[in-house]
């Protein structure tokens, strides 16, 4: 029989519970509300986890109940005047597009998944590939419901509470529990992107063409071979790309406004771990290199663009069952260059494989207080989680604390407390506010503990 709590929702034990890197695992008694009312009922330590696309232990909480926000699902409201879009935060980003593009409107921000919900994405205000023109999610935001540790529901937003809404933002869910979010969508003419690729042989030139005024678009980004050594260390494809004009969308496409959607397909099975090896990952990021640098100018559908990804619905298995370990940090403009050089000679020494190497920049730093942004270039790693590893990474937070910059709590599952209060100059500014909401600490995760916020 399925355990009761006393605000009458059904507790599940989820043994080996993990966010999307599947590293760390933790045993969690969760809640999943059916409607708003139920989770209004839900009292006690708790951390509310949307849709398990944080990669390390932000959304676990061993100590105490996992709110599973997903059936909180629905539209509320949407203004065509304003392009604002209220709804329930377990909403998805996918939910959004497959709405609303069709209606010429698209997110004004994404990360590279669509599978995330909108309280995820304000709870980590995460970014993309337009960083240096639009900012985080949180820049996109009029406003929030936000559940305190008491019970009470506030509405937050730049103008309405800012300094409880700037903590909310980034916040990683230790404020409380999202409920709402009303988000600005911006107007397209296309589900379409017009994209240039270009190759860059060397880290030097990664750099310059994501800085250089004459290489700029409103979505920049980089892929990168971190096993290149020598002088191609850095070598990477430079992307850009910009949203297309209905009438530079081909006839053959049919509606410029919608995509035929794509076949999904699964990996049935967990990779073995020898399979990531620097032979085989050496051999695709040659291949890689080569296709892609070559593409020249071309029209992409957004979900190509944005969600490469997403094309195999359970990706993570490719690292194996050991899972994996999703690095990224930031490093202010005028030393990172010099540190990410550092940091990939130091990964392409320990020959550790990662086909998936993402470097983007950075415009200024918001007010979130925990915002992971900031002005300079930022370096996301899939690494599989083997022996050595994490001694690894405490090498590359040395470099990133020395050169002041910071780590993705979002992408976390080991950074030590040292490293996450250099690099976070505003927390306790943010646990004054955290504080005066929930004085007991009922809002808490493993990420917190381990961090000791």
Not at 223 to 236: P, V
Not at 307 to 320: A, F, H, I, K, Q
Not at 384 to 411: C, H, N, Q, T, W
């Amino acid at each position: 029989m399925t355990p009761e709590r006393a605000d009458g929702l059904a507790v599940k034990r989820l043994e080996g519970l993990s966010g999307w890197g599947r590293h760390p695992l933790a045993a969690c008694s969760a809640v999943r509300p059916e409607r708003h009312r139920d989770l209004l009922a839900v009292q006690g330590p708790r951390l509310a986890r949307g849709r398990g696309r944080s990669y390390g232990d932000a959304a676990l909480r061993s100590d105490g109940t996992v709110v599973l926000t997903e059936r909180l699902d629905r539209f509320l409201e949407f203004d065509e005047t304003t392009g604002i879009l209220r709804a329930e935060s377990g909403a998805t980003l996918k939910d959004v597009i497959d709405a609303f593009l069709p209606q010429g409107w698209f997110l004004p921000v994404t990360p590279g998944t669509q599978y995330c919900s909108l309280g995820g994405c304000l709870a980590a205000d995460v970014h993309g590939k337009n960083h240096h023109r639009a900012g985080t999610f949180s820049a996109h935001v009029a406003g929030c419901g936000l559940v305190l540790a008491s019970g009470e529901r506030v509405v937050c937003g730049p103008e309405e509470r800012p300094e409880l809404y700037w903590a909310t933002a980034g916040g990683m869910g230790l404020t409380g529990i999202i409920d709402e979010v009303a988000l600005r969508l911006q107007r397209v003419e296309s589900a379409y992107l017009k994209v240039k690729h270009q190759k860059a042989p060397d880290l030097a030139t990664a750099v310059r063409l994501l800085s250089d005024p004459a290489h700029d678009a409103t979505y920049t980004v980089a892929w990168i071979d971190c096993l290149a050594t020598g002088s191609s260390l850095g070598r990477g494809v430079f992307m850009a790309g910009e949203h297309a004009a209905q009438h530079e969308v081909s006839l053959r496409f049919g509606n410029p406004k919608s995509c035929k959607p794509k076949r999904q397909k699964r990996l049935p099975f967990d990779l073995p771990a020898w399979a990531l090896n620097p032979v085989t990952v050496r051999l695709f990021n040659s291949a890689y290199y080569a296709a892609q640098g070559s593409k020249g100018t071309f029209v992409s559908r957004y979900d190509s663009f944005f969600y490469p990804l997403d094309g195999v619905l359970d990706w993570n298995r490719l690292y194996g069952k050991r899972g994996f370990v999703q690095y990224q940090y930031v490093l202010p403009t005028a030393v990172a260059e010099e540190g990410t050089a550092e940091i990939l000679g130091r990964l392409s020494h320990s020959k550790r494989a990662s086909f998936l190497a993402v470097l983007k920049r950075f415009g200024p730093q918001g007010p979130g207080m925990l915002s992971f942004p900031m002005e300079g270039l930022t370096l996301a790693l899939d690494i599989p989680v083997s022996p050595g590893l994490f001694e690894l990474l405490d090498e590359l937070d040395g470099i990133v604390m020395k050169l002041g910059g910071r780590v993705y709590l979002a992408k976390d599952s080991r950074t030590g407390r040292e490293v996450f209060k250099a690099g976070y100059p505003r927390l306790e500014e943010f646990l004054a506010i955290r504080r005066s909401v929930d004085p007991e600490g009922l809002f808490s995760s493993d990420l917190a503990r381990r961090l000791g916020i």
